[in-house]
């Protein structure tokens, strides 16, 4: 990506890279009996969402460029959602829905 960065930024474009991290999604809750994953330690897909949301608004993208912005640190270090939000919305034996969590539901009243 760097390589992309280089080739476009004098035309004016900016390349984000975003690793979105250990995301908790519906079909990881499904499967993972398979595979055994602790998920647990997975984020809601609403961090990396929220972080999307900031660095499209942002006055200069520019300043995020060059480097791999890490979706849950990146969430924490700029005060994108409380600490309830960032935590964990698994729950052992439920099949994770993003559209119940509090975060979705304060956004939809928005």
């Known amino acids: 990506m760097l390589g992309l960065t280089k080739e476009v930024e004098k035309?004016?474009?900016?390349?984000i890279q975003l690793s979105p991290g250990a995301t908790l999604t519906e079909r990881a809750t499904?499967?993972?009996t398979t595979y055994g994953y602790n998920?647990?330690?997975r984020h809601s897909v609403h961090v990396p969402a929220a972080v999307v949301d900031f660095l499209v608004t942002c006055p200069d993208p520019r300043l995020f460029t060059r480097r791999v912005i890490?979706?849950?640190d990146f969430a924490r270090e700029?005060?994108?959602?409380s600490p309830e939000d960032l935590a964990t919305p698994f729950r052992e034996g439920q099949v994770y829905d993003?559209?119940?969590e509090p975060y979705w539901k304060r956004l939809a009243k928005g």
């Open 78 to 81: 700029h005060f994108l959602m």
């Open 70 to 72: 890490e979706a849950p």
């Open 30 to 32: 499904v499967v993972n």
């Open 39 to 41: 998920l647990a330690r």
């Open 98 to 100: 993003p559209y119940k």
């Open 11 to 15: 035309q004016g474009v900016v390349i």
